[in-house]
């Protein structure tokens, strides 16, 4: 058997999964926008990097509930040696979305930590907090495909 189109099929789809989404703080301080980055390969992690004033802030997110969750629901009837038996495989999407949780640092070691919630349209919210406290509300949107 030949796996090169399997193989190739399976590249194909990874790499089509990869995304790209712009980040957009705010800080509940003021109405100043900080901007931001985050790659998304396919996985469940990926990596970020928030730019606060003359601070640039990188991580990585990892996804700890997923926007999908599959199943397997069987049932049956039937007496002791004849029956019939069903089953199907169920695919649901998760109330509110998936959520994602990053944690980055700055060269000087300032850190900066963020929960994500993403929904099926390519954009999302958070809430990240710095060091002190404060904390920065986060729009997430899906770059355009070039």
Not at 77 to 83: D, E, F, I, P, T
Not at 88 to 104: D, F, H, N, R, W
Request: net charge positive; with cysteine.
């Amino acid at each position: 058997m030949n796996r090169l189109p399997v193989l190739a099929a399976a590249a194909l789809f990874a790499t089509g999964c990869a995304s790209t989404y712009h980040l957009t703080l705010m800080p509940r301080d003021s109405g100043r926008l900080y901007q931001g980055v985050a790659e998304d390969s396919g996985g469940a992690e990926g990596t970020i990097t928030v730019t606060i004033g003359d601070r640039v802030y990188a991580g990585t997110w990892v996804e700890v509930v997923p926007d999908r969750t599959t199943g397997y629901v069987s049932g049956g009837y039937g007496s002791r040696h004849r029956g019939l038996g069903l089953g199907a495989v169920l695919s649901l999407g998760t109330p509110g979305g998936s959520e994602a949780k990053a944690l980055l640092r700055s060269p000087d070691g300032a850190g900066l930590r963020c929960d994500l919630r993403g929904g099926g349209a390519g954009a999302g919210a958070g809430v990240c907090r710095d060091d002190k406290g404060l904390e920065y509300d986060v729009q997430i949107r899906r770059a355009p495909r070039p």
